[in-house]
């Protein structure tokens, strides 16, 4: 699980490089085509791994713990301008989170998980490491997303 965690640390690193090379404006631009921008797809990666692997594990009860969930959660759009306050919290969350995931991880903490299914995949999933192997799958979709946008947010200079 080591490998799987090193992974998604430097997959998330470049999305941060790719979030770090444009600005406010591109960050929030939605581009023609699609319903979503960089930073909600940025956003949407973090939000969405604390869910699935604390709470739809059923390791916690709620996402209420889950920073900015309601702003990036499935089947939300962006609402908002998002400032670099909020880019930066994401950012470091981003890392942080998945350094959590890890220790939690080493500790035993997810020894016993409730199975589900994701309603994307519709896999169920039945152990952490699936979980886990899922999340970073789902992270670099969402990274293909952003570098498309990013071609047609640059263009558009």
Avoid: C
Avoid at 68 to 92: C, G, H, M, S
Wanted: glycine share 4%.
């Amino acid at each position: 699980m080591q490998e799987t965690f090193k992974f998604i640390l430097q997959a998330r690193q470049k999305f941060i490089e790719l979030v770090d090379s444009l600005s406010l404006e591109q960050l929030n631009q939605v581009p023609a085509g699609f319903n979503n921008n960089i930073i909600w797809n940025f956003g949407h990666i973090v939000v969405s791994t604390q869910t699935l692997v604390y709470v739809r594990t059923g390791i916690k009860a709620d996402t209420a713990w889950v920073r900015y969930n309601e702003d990036y959660k499935k089947d939300t759009k962006p609402a908002r301008f998002v400032e670099q306050a909020e880019i930066d919290e994401l950012k470091a969350i981003a890392i942080q989170s998945i350094e959590q995931i890890a220790s939690d991880y080493a500790k035993g903490l997810f020894k016993e998980t409730t199975s589900f299914s994701t309603a994307t995949y519709g896999y169920p999933m039945d152990t952490i490491e699936e979980v886990i192997a899922l999340t970073s799958g789902h992270d670099n979709v969402h990274y293909g997303y952003a570098l498309a946008q990013r071609r047609l947010v640059q263009s558009l200079k």
